[in-house]
């Protein structure tokens, strides 16, 4: 310190914190041999919490506002200090700027994969990444348990302590999500919202929590993903069979529109193939006739709806006989399992054979 920081020491002070840095969680306001004068002006803005250090120990902490430092409106201190008067000499002390916005620029990744069961593909290796914010919730446990003295506390320090906090939960919180592997992506923010709360519990004796998590991706390892794509190809192709004959009836169109020499012989070719099946056909021995015996029994199936009254079952003789008879008509109501409902015998295409002798009725005289 120079001779102008001595002489500023002894000018009434303008303790305040302008932060434009953007990633600095503590700063310790700089004071020639940490003397603050008696009515000096504090001021702590939004976003902002003063804490005062004595001798090591936490005296007082300001929210938002301005301030006239005296023994009467530091109560803390001046029970520390046994101050039981009012005087005008300084006292030395510390203070410590605290930013308790949310520190929104904080990344994390999975430096190795994390292994989890999948109930469809077993087990799989997943890596993930994304980001999060932190916040300052309690100023005196921050600097108890994390900043000590260091004057200039920055997110640098405590990134990488936060990212192995997150690598020692994410595999658990992806174990007990009982999520598929596949229905991940649905359900990141839920994961996101979780883990955000378990952190923040751990993180809570540091003064800090966790408001936001965000996973931006979880992706399984290259070869994983090309074995997803080809099973994905195959479900959209569908029929492995029918997408087979679909190509191979594209390629002979194909074949047989081009002129030239290629189609010349993709027609050879196709007559080749032509000509051995011819041949196969007559070197394979003919099917061996079939058993003789008595045809099969006339199956009655079919129902007769006469004056209101279900009749049957019948077979198509029986049917043919009533239409030779005259009792069954084109007109008359039948039924027989299989169909949705009763229908005049003349609207079933089945009983066609039934009236083929039966001549229609005569026109009007």
């Known amino acids: 310190m120079g001779l102008w920081d001595k002489l500023k020491g002894e000018l009434v002070d303008i303790i305040e914190w302008l932060d434009d840095s953007r990633d600095t969680i503590v700063w310790r306001f700089p004071r020639y041999e940490n003397e603050i004068k008696m009515g ?3 001021i702590v803005r939004e976003s902002q919490t003063a804490v005062f250090v004595n001798e090591g120990q936490i005296a007082d902490v300001f929210t938002p506002g301005t301030y006239t430092l005296t023994t009467q409106n530091m109560p803390i201190l001046s029970t520390i200090k046994g101050w039981k008067y009012g005087f005008e000499s300084p006292w030395k002390a510390e203070v410590y700027f605290v930013n308790t916005r949310q520190f929104t620029d904080m990344k994390w990744g999975t430096q190795n994969p994390v292994i989890v069961r999948d109930p469809e593909f077993g087990a799989v290796r997943l890596r993930a990444f994304g980001a999060f914010a932190m916040r300052v919730t309690d100023p005196s446990l921050l600097l108890r348990e994390l900043v000590g003295t260091d004057p200039q506390f920055r997110t640098e320090e405590v990134q990488e302590y936060l990212r192995q906090l997150v690598a020692s939960h ?3 919180a992806l174990a007990t999500a009982g999520v598929p592997m596949l229905d991940l992506a649905a359900k990141q923010q839920a994961i996101g919202s979780t883990l955000a709360a378990v952190l923040t519990d751990e993180l809570a004796p540091s003064g800090i929590s966790i408001p936001k998590f965000i996973i931006e991706n979880i992706s399984v390892p290259p070869e994983v993903e090309a ?3 080809k099973r994905t190809s195959i479900g959209v192709v569908g029929n492995l069979d029918n997408y087979t004959k679909f190509q191979a009836a ?6 047989a529109n081009n002129s030239g020499g290629a189609g010349e012989a993709f027609g050879f070719g196709l007559g080749m193939a032509a ?14 006739p079939a058993a003789s015996g008595p045809p099969p029994l006339p199956t009655a199936e079919w129902f007769v709806g006469v004056d209101g009254q279900q009749q049957g079952p019948y077979d198509l003789g029986a049917l ?7 009792s069954l008509t084109r007109d008359t109501l039948v ?3 299989g169909m949705a409902g009763w229908l005049a015998a003349g609207q079933v295409p089945e009983l066609g054979s039934v009236f083929a002798a039966v001549p229609p009725p005569l026109p009007p005289q």
């Open 40 to 42: 000096a002006k504090l």
């Open 170 to 172: 994410l595999g658990s």
């Open 227 to 229: 074995a997803l794509d």
């Open 250 to 255: 594209n390629a002979m169109e194909d074949a």
């Open 275 to 288: 000509g051995q099946r011819a041949t196969q056909a007559m070197n394979t021995p003919a099917p061996a």
């Open 320 to 326: 043919r006989t009533q239409a030779s008879g005259g």
């Open 335 to 337: 039924w027989k399992n």
